[in-house]
């Protein structure tokens, strides 16, 4: 699922309708600005970072080029107890644990 030059995606770059009917990964939707993801609750951010979510550096980034400088996929979704997610970054292959939400406060992946 691409966006045109200048929005950013926020959600599953691919998902596949499963035997069960449901669909894997987060909805997809194209945005013309950097979300905030300062006002979801914990459920509701573990909703969108699924696996295979594709992320960028977002506000709070403070991990110097561990990503490539580029965009990575979730590969654990997001504990929103813990805060915790894995992600898999695409100019490295890297992957590394983030903490991401309300219980740290801290939003360095969008």
Do not use: H
């Not at 600005?33 to 609750?41: C, E, K, R, V």
């Not at 403070?62 to 992600?87: C, H, I, R, Y």
Request: aromatic share 12%.
């Amino acid at each position: 699922f691409p966006c045109n030059t200048g929005y950013f995606l926020q959600g599953s770059e691919m998902r596949t309708c499963q035997t069960s009917g449901s669909w894997t990964g987060s909805q997809a939707i194209c945005l013309n600005s950097l979300p905030t993801f300062s006002q979801y609750s914990p459920a509701e951010l573990a909703a969108i970072f699924t696996v295979g979510t594709r992320v960028i550096r977002g506000v709070d980034w403070s991990w110097g080029l561990q990503d490539g400088n580029g965009p990575g996929t979730v590969e654990t979704a997001l504990n929103f107890t813990t805060g915790m997610l894995m992600v898999k970054w695409d100019a490295n292959g890297r992957t590394y644990a983030y903490r991401m939400g309300p219980p740290t406060k801290t939003y360095g992946l969008i």
